[in-house]
């Protein structure tokens, strides 16, 4: 049986069926408005979880991590849609169809459950019991009789109630962004030197006939016609390239932190009194002292 400080251990749990069957997750815990037990969860089930449908829970027990329920997984998916009015309640009538679907009713006392065993034609006893009403995300109050139609699983025994807020926590976790390489690949460039080069040219030199060339200049024919060649020389430029070593390259990483602004949202209750013409505008007054 579960009882309302294991709600929170209801919802939003896997819920699995006696043979170990994943039927979904819980989404709703209803109470009874008379006992204020938790009477009726709904699961999410179907693709996404799409679909929810209701499941008895008096006889359902929280396993570890999970809730497990004594009705097949086929059972509970094919359970009739019903309506849930404004208030987060079932009417007798929807849950009368939910009891007859599932073979449950109730003793005379109405407070025990007893299951016919038959889970197609078995109905429940007092159909006048009243009707069901769904439980917050976070409960600290106590089991024990709600106050009456349209009662939270927050109230306690001593008429108070809790006010819950959703805190966002941001965590980081490490992922792959992306892969860099080195690669290497050959480019042309035009490149330009200048170098000195050297070159010879042809001088016509003179010089008067004296003494001391008079016999060098007297031994050939007196009047003839003759010839003397000069060979020239020049330099060129030679171009040749040789593979040198410039510099050696590798990748490494480093970390960067940079700071990052994460938004969310975030769900808080809010309790407001309703109070009768009369009493409206007191509470903002002044005590005497």
Do not use: C
């Not at 009417?91 to 889970?119: H, K, N, P």
């Not at 995300?137 to 006010?163: F, I, K, Q, S, V």
């Amino acid at each position: 049986m579960i009882t309302r400080e294991q709600i929170p251990a209801v919802l939003d749990h896997p819920v699995y069926d006696a043979e170990g069957n994943k039927i979904g997750s819980a989404s709703h815990v209803f109470l009874d408005d008379t006992t204020g037990r938790p009477d009726w969860a709904t699961v999410k089930t179907g693709l996404f979880g799409s679909s929810e449908t209701f499941v008895p829970i008096h006889d359902a027990v929280v396993i570890g991590d999970h809730i497990e329920v004594p009705y097949p997984k086929n059972k509970v998916k094919d359970a009739p849609n019903v309506d849930v009015d404004a208030g987060g309640h079932l009417s007798a009538e929807e849950e009368q169809r939910l009891y007859d679907y599932y073979g449950i009713r109730w003793d005379t006392a109405g407070t025990a459950y007893v299951d016919t065993g038959d889970r197609t034609a078995a109905g429940r006893a007092d159909t006048g019991r009243a009707d069901t009403g769904r439980a917050d995300a976070d409960l600290t109050g106590t089991e024990g009789p709600a106050a009456g139609p349209g009662a939270r699983a927050g109230r306690t025994a001593d008429d108070a109630m809790t006010r819950s807020e959703e805190e966002m926590h941001v965590g980081v976790e490490r992922e792959q962004r992306g892969r860099a390489r080195l690669r290497k690949y050959v480019v042309t460039e035009e490149v330009q030197q200048t170098i000195p080069l050297r070159h010879e040219e042809v001088v016509v030199e003179r010089e008067p006939i004296t003494e001391a060339n008079r016999d060098a200049a007297l031994s050939g024919p007196e009047i003839t016609e003759s010839e003397h060649e000069v060979t020239l020389h020049a330099e060129r430029p030679v171009v040749e390239t040789e593979a040198v070593p410039q510099e050696r390259v590798r990748l490494n990483t480093r970390e960067v932190t940079e700071e990052e602004t994460v938004r969310g949202s975030v769900r808080k209750e809010r309790i407001e009194a309703d109070l009768p013409e009369e009493e409206r505008g007191r509470g903002d007054e002044e005590p005497d002292r």
